[in-house]
C-alpha cells in the first residue's frame, strides 16, 4: 500500500540503524504511471514534512527527470501551498544543465545571462552542472540537507528522480556508493528513489534493490497472456495501461521477514489513486507456496 | 552383540561396528576453539551450536565457507556475526573485510556469549521436541509425522557434552554485545572494500594476515579467521570486474588451504550474472544459502509448524570434505532460523505438514521431500 509506504518512510530511522530506503521500480510500459507514483509518495512526505508529522524536517529532491517547477506545481494543486513548499523542500536541479553545457555555451557567446528559463522564485532550487561527479553531488545533497531550519538533530528525507537518468553519468558503482553512503549519514531520515527496470541489465537493476528495504514495483495492469506485452494498436490496451497498473510493495522487516502488499494504481487526471485490492494478494501467495502435493504424488 | 552397536551414540541400530567416539578434549597440541575430526580433520566453530552439528563438526579448517545472501533479509550478517565473534572470544585472529566505510564498526555489533545457565541445558535436551508455546496435547495427535523431532538430537548425558561444547562452541546472545576490551585485541584487523577499484589490496592484506598469525609448523594450533561480507557489494568498486573477483576467490581458496584457516564469505548472489554465479558456487568448499520468508503468509502457517517463530531460511547444498572420498550427505538440507527468546539463534529441520493426512507410508518421503520440494519452489 502507498500509504504503509509513505508511513515507513516518513517514521525515518532508528536510533544506529540506517535510514530506510524505498526503491520505485517501474517497466516502459507504465512507465509514466512509476513516476506518478513517485510524485505522489514525494508529495505525501513533503506535506507530512510541512505538519511535522514525520522524522524529517525536509525533504531534498534530486530531479534529473523533470524540471523544478513540475514538483511546485504537483504540490500546489495538492494543497501545499508555496511558503511551506519553500521551507520545506530544496531541490537540486540536476535537469537543466546537468553537464554545464548551457553555461559553457552562455559563456563562449559572452551573453549576459539573461532570465533563467524558470522564473519562480530560486532560494529552494540548485543548479547543480557536474553530475559526472558522484562526490560532489553527495556533498551538494548533505548541504542542501542541513540547510532545514530546526531545533536539535535535523534529519532530511532524500528523493532520486531517478537512478535511471543517474547512471547515463555515472558507474552502478558509484551511484550504490552514493546511496548506501547517503543511507547511513546521520542526518538522513529515509531515501527513496526511482528507477526504470527495463533500462538496465537485470543484474544493476537487483543491486539497487538489494540496496534499499522496501520495494515498489509498478506493473502493467493488462498484459497479454500471449505475446506477453501491448499489441501494437489495440487502443484499449493502451489506453487501460496508460491510467491502470497493478502497485506491489514488497517490505522488508527489520526481523527479517518480507511483508507482500498489494494495490492498484489508478491515475486520473492530476489526481493519483490506490486502491486496495485483497483478492489478489493470493496470487502472489500462490507463488511463494512449495507445491507439495505434486511432489507427494510422484514420489509414492 | 547387539547391545554393544550404540557405544558412540551415533547409531541406533544393531550392528557389530562400532563407531568410534569422536574425542572432544583438547589434546596438548591444539588451543582451546579448535577440535579434531575424522579424516585429519581440524574444525573450529561457526559460532552456532546447530550449525556445527548439521555439518558434521564445524567450519573445516583451510576451507572456504559461501554463504548467499537475500537481497531481503539480513540474516547473512547473524552467520557472520557469530563466526567472528566465536573467534574473538577463542582469541583467534580475525580478519574482516566488508563494503562500509568504518568496517571497525561492524565489530561493535558481535553478539556476547550467552551466560550458561540449567535452564538453557534443559531446552537443549527437549530441543524441537515440543513447540515454543507448549502445545504438546495438541501435538500429540499429529506426532506420527513428526516423529523425526524426536529422535536424532543428543540423547546422550547431555550435561558431560555441554562443558566440552561450551568450550568449543559458545551460545551467543544476539541482544548483548561484545565485551568492547576483547575487541581491542592486536590480532583483529579489518579492512573497507569500498574504496579503491581492484581486489589487489584486500588480496595483500589476507596473504600477510595468513603468513603473519598462522604458520603450520611445529607448536601450537592457531586457527586464524577471515570473514568477508557482500563480497560482490555493488558499492565496490571493483564490482563489474567479474573475472577479478572470481580469481581473488581463488588464490584465496589457495592461501587458506596452506594455512590454519577458514574463510566465510557472505555474497549477494542476485547481482552476479547467472554463469559467474555458478563459478561462485562451485569455488565453495562449504555452501549455504539464506532464504527470506514472507510475513503474515497464511498458507505458509499452515503448512509448517512453528511458522511464527521462524526469520528465515537455511539451506546447505555442499559441505566441505577433506582426505577422504566419501561426500557428506546430509538428510535434510533445509533448516528454519528461529531466534530462541529473542537472543540466540536456532537451526531447526522443517516440520512440514502432509497435505493429505490419510497417506500413511508416505509420511516419511514427505519429510524428505518437502524439504526438497521447499528448495525447489523457494529457488534454493
Not at chain 1, 507439495?292 to 514420489?299: A, D, E, K
Not at chain 2, 580433520?41 to 552456532?48: E, K, L, N, P, Q
Not at chain 2, 547431555?158 to 561484545?178: G, I, T, V, Y
Request: proline share 4%; hydrophobic share 40%; with cysteine.
Amino acid at each position: 500500500m502507498a500509504e504503509a509506504a509513505v508511513r515507513y518512510l516518513r517514521d525515518g530511522r532508528l536510533e544506529g540503524e540506517h535510514a530506510p530506503a524505498l526503491s520505485v521500480s517501474g517497466s516502459l510500459q507504465c512507465c509514466p504511471l512509476a513516476a506518478r507514483a513517485m510524485l505522489h509518495v514525494t508529495a505525501a512526505l513533503a506535506s507530512q514534512a510541512a505538519s511535522g508529522k514525520s522524522q524529517a524536517r525536509g525533504l531534498v529532491i534530486v530531479a534529473f527527470d523533470r524540471s523544478p517547477e513540475v514538483y511546485l506545481d504537483f504540490m500546489r494543486r495538492r494543497g501545499l501551498d508555496p511558503n511551506t513548499f519553500n521551507r520545506c523542500v530544496r531541490i537540486l536541479d540536476c535537469y537543466s544543465d546537468p553537464i554545464g553545457w548551457k553555461q559553457k555555451i552562455q559563456s563562449q557567446q559572452h551573453q549576459e545571462s539573461s532570465v533563467e528559463p524558470c522564473s519562480m522564485d530560486k532560494e529552494n532550487v540548485t543548479i547543480f552542472r557536474s553530475v559526472k561527479d558522484v562526490d560532489k553531488l553527495m556533498c551538494s545533497i548533505i548541504d542542501l540537507g542541513r540547510g532545514f531550519e530546526g531545533e536539535g538533530k535535523i534529519y532530511f528525507t532524500i528523493a532520486i528522480e531517478s537512478i535511471s537518468s543517474m547512471l547515463k553519468h555515472a558507474s552502478v558503482s558509484s551511484i550504490s556508493g552514493l546511496l548506501s553512503n547517503l543511507r547511513s549519514h546521520d542526518q538522513t531520515s529515509s531515501i527513496f528513489w526511482l528507477i526504470h527496470s527495463d533500462l538496465h541489465e537485470p543484474k544493476f537493476s537487483r543491486a539497487f534493490e538489494c540496496l534499499s528495504t522496501m520495494v515498489a514495483s509498478v506493473e502493467p495492469a493488462v498484459v497479454d497472456s500471449v505475446y506477453e506485452e501491448e499489441i501494437p494498436g489495440n487502443m484499449s490496451f493502451l489506453e487501460k495501461n496508460y491510467s491502470n497498473a497493478k502497485f506491489y510493495v514488497r517490505l522488508k522487516r527489520r526481523n527479517g521477514r518480507v511483508k507482500h502488499l498489494y494495490e492498484e494504481l489508478c491515475v486520473e487526471g492530476n489526481d493519483v489513486k490506490f486502491i486496495s485490492s485483497p483478492s489478489v494478494s493470493a496470487e502472489v501467495n500462490q507463488n511463494l507456496l512449495p507445491k507439495v502435493g505434486l511432489y507427494i504424488s510422484s514420489s509414492i | 552383540m547387539a547391545a554393544a552397536g550404540a557405544s558412540g551414540g551415533q547409531t541406533i541400530g544393531r550392528s557389530s561396528f562400532s563407531r568410534v567416539a569422536v574425542s572432544t578434549a583438547a589434546s596438548s597440541s591444539t588451543s582451546a576453539g579448535v577440535k579434531l575430526g575424522p579424516n585429519g580433520a581440524t574444525f573450529v566453530s561457526s559460532g552456532i551450536p546447530d550449525l556445527d552439528r548439521i555439518l558434521g563438526g564445524g567450519f573445516l579448517l583451510g576451507s572456504v565457507v559461501m554463504v548467499m545472501e537475500d537481497s531481503d533479509a539480513p540474516h547473512h550478517l547473524l552467520l557472520l556475526r557469530s563466526f567472528m565473534a566465536q573467534g574473538v572470544v577463542h582469541k583467534q585472529p580475525l580478519l574482516f573485510a566488508g563494503p562500509m566505510k568504518e568496517p571497525r564498526l561492524f565489530l561493535g555489533t558481535l553478539p556476547a556469549p550467552v551466560a550458561s545457565s540449567k535452564e538453557d541445558g534443559r531446552q537443549r535436551v527437549m530441543g524441537a521436541g515440543t513447540s515454543s508455546d507448549g502445545r504438546t496435547s495438541d501435538e500429540a495427535l499429529r506426532i506420527a509425522w513428526q516423529y523425526k523431532k524426536y529422535f536424532g538430537e543428543d540423547k546422550t548425558s547431555h550435561a558431560e557434552h555441554k562443558d566440552n561444547k561450551q568450550e568449543f562452541s559458545n551460545d551467543f546472545d544476539l541482544r548483548k554485545p561484545l565485551e568492547r576490551h576483547l575487541l581491542s585485541s592486536q590480532n583483529i584487523e579489518c579492512i573497507s572494500t569500498q574504496d579503491g577499484d581492484t581486489l589487489g589490496e584486500l588480496q595483500d592484506r589476507c596473504s600477510t594476515f595468513l603468513s603473519k598469525h598462522l604458520r603450520k609448523d611445529g607448536g601450537n594450533l592457531i586457527a586464524g579467521r577471515i570473514a568477508i561480507q557482500s563480497l560482490c557489494a555493488p558499492q565496490c568498486g571493483y564490482f563489474e570486474k567479474d573475472w577479478d573477483m572470481v580469481s581473488f576467490i581463488r588464490s584465496l581458496k589457495a592461501m587458506v588451504r596452506s594455512s590454519n584457516a577458514v574463510a566465510v564469505i557472505t555474497f549477494p548472489n542476485a547481482i552476479l550474472s547467472s554463469s559467474f554465479c555458478k563459478r561462485w558456487q562451485h569455488l565453495a568448499d562449504t555452501l549455504l544459502s539464506i532464504k527470506a520468508i514472507p510475513d503474515e503468509d497464511k498458507d505458509l502457517a499452515k503448512l509448517l509448524t512453528g511458522y511464527q517463530d521462524m526469520v528465515g531460511f537455511l539451506h546447505v547444498h555442499k559441505v566441505a570434505q577433506t582426505n577422504s572420498q566419501v561426500p557428506v550427505i546430509l538428510e535434510a538440507s533445509t533448516f528454519s532460523l528461529k531466534l530462541r527468546k529473542r537472543r540466540s539463534l536456532v537451526l531447526e529441520r522443517l516440520n512440514q505438514a502432509p497435505v493429505d493426512g490419510s497417506a500413511g507410508p508416505s509420511h516419511a518421503a514427505s519429510a524428505s521431500c518437502s524439504s526438497s520440494s521447499q528448495g525447489s519452489q523457494l529457488d534454493f
